[in-house]
């Protein structure tokens, strides 16, 4: 299986508080890409970042890849209630893309 | 609000019963994707679409009979289903292949 893996599986933080959730794959990729997906939901595309880059910010989201160590992770700031959801990675190989385990993340108000 | 339409949102069907999903996008998308998605589970890819033909089918058994009339509208027919068949389809859709993929949220299936 392609598939990524998270850890940890589940995280939980006051509200405020950062978050920070690491994936790690098997191969080569060309990009990898974050979702989130709320309870009942579809999951929500985040952010990508590719292979050649090692570091993306969005808004309170900082993603990190490192190919060396076929991993990334995403560090959510400044936590709000609304983060509570689950986290997927999504290693892009440019022929193959599976979601990884999730990380379920609970922001405590 | 999202931008892929499924429907119906709840399915309940006997094992015998013979139901289609639907799927709709008018984002111009060429590329189409079925997820199964269990409890506390990451989706899993069953079928891709890339330009109205099938270009994935993750061996998926063939009570699953996916089918895409245009290239706004992608069907999942389901015929003969097993309880273990019960779960939240998911569809998405992107530019290309690969490319970050947007969700409808889904019909929760029952099998009863």
């Known amino acids: 299986s392609q598939q990524g893996e998270e850890d940890p599986q589940a995280l939980s933080i006051q509200e405020g508080e950062n978050a920070t959730m690491n994936c790690s794959y098997k191969t080569s990729i060309n990009n990898l890409q974050w979702y989130r997906q709320n309870s009942g939901r579809g999951l929500v595309h985040l952010i990508l970042i590719r292979s050649n880059e090692r570091e993306k910010h969005s808004g309170r989201l900082r993603v990190t890849l490192d190919t060396s160590k076929k991993s990334s992770s995403l560090l959510i700031t400044a936590s709000r209630a609304a983060d509570t959801a689950s986290y997927f990675c999504?290693?892009?190989?440019?022929?193959?893309?599976?979601f990884g385990t999730g990380t379920s993340l609970t922001v405590i108000p | 609000d999202t931008e892929v339409t499924q429907t119906p949102k709840h399915l309940v069907m006997g094992m015998t019963n013979k139901k289609s999903l639907k799927c709709e996008q008018h984002m111009g998308h060429r590329a189409m994707y079925w997820y199964k998605q269990k409890a506390k589970k990451p989706p899993e890819l069953m079928f891709v679409?890339?330009?109205?033909?099938?270009?994935i089918n993750e061996s998926v058994p063939s009570r699953f009979s996916p089918e895409c009339p245009n290239s706004s509208l992608l069907n999942l027919h389901l015929h003969a289903l097993q309880p273990e068949d019960s779960a939240l389809y998911l569809c998405a859709s992107s530019q290309q292949d690969w490319q970050p993929q947007h969700f409808g949220d889904g019909t929760r299936l029952s099998i009863l």
């Open positions: 679409y890339s330009y109205e033909k099938l270009s």
């Open positions: 999504g290693p892009n190989t440019g022929n193959q893309f599976y």
